[in-house]
């Protein structure tokens, strides 16, 4: 009797193991599936903070490419709590070819996409933000498909704070319409 009561209690024990991980596990799939799509910014999940001297970088986030597309693009808001300017002199990754600062110009009913030279400036006591439309990290030349969910790390350099990193993750959100990228690097994955 004693037994069938153990076996008993083993076997409830196995099915509330199988039944939290199975609920985890649906947990963990749903918010891949979640369409960030017609999310705003402020919706969009959140980033871990990075704190380096004076200067404050939140809300990373990166666009999922799509389909045979071999480039994506990156925010944040990057705050200045100092008393003197920075400028963002360059950035780096290991999932594309190339990663550039780029912002957008307007050319008549086209927004064409162009290089910052220079870098972009940071001003003292105030934020700077990289979002879609403006100033951002192109990534050109993707390894493989930037896929929504998927983590990698970014290293930003500043002239004065220096070389800060962050976990990028990718977004499902759609690129804007009437947008020329002129002559990036398509790709053929």
Do not use: C, Y
């Amino acid at each position: 009797m004693k037994t069938l009561s153990l076996f008993k209690a083993s076997v409830t024990a196995a099915v509330f193991t199988a039944l939290s991980f199975s609920t985890a596990l649906m947990a963990q799939d749903k918010m891949k599936m979640m369409d960030h799509s017609k999310m705003k910014m402020a919706d969009m999940p959140k980033a871990a903070s990075v704190q380096k001297g004076d200067l404050l970088l939140s809300g990373a986030w990166a666009r999922q490419s799509f389909g045979k597309a071999a480039n994506s693009a990156g925010f944040m808001t990057i705050k200045n709590r100092g008393s003197s300017d920075d400028l963002l002199i360059g950035v780096s990754s290991t999932i594309s070819k190339k990663t550039e600062l780029h912002t957008h110009i307007k050319d008549g009913d086209v927004m064409r996409m162009r290089r910052v030279e220079g870098g972009i400036k940071v001003p003292k006591n105030g934020s700077t933000e990289l979002k879609p439309g403006s100033l951002h990290v192109m990534f050109i030349g993707l390894k493989e498909p930037l896929k929504a969910g998927a983590s990698f790390p970014l290293t930003l350099t500043f002239k004065n704070a220096g070389d800060v990193t962050l976990t990028m993750t990718a977004q499902k959100k759609a690129m804007p319409a009437k947008m020329d990228h002129g002559t990036m690097p398509r790709g053929s994955n």
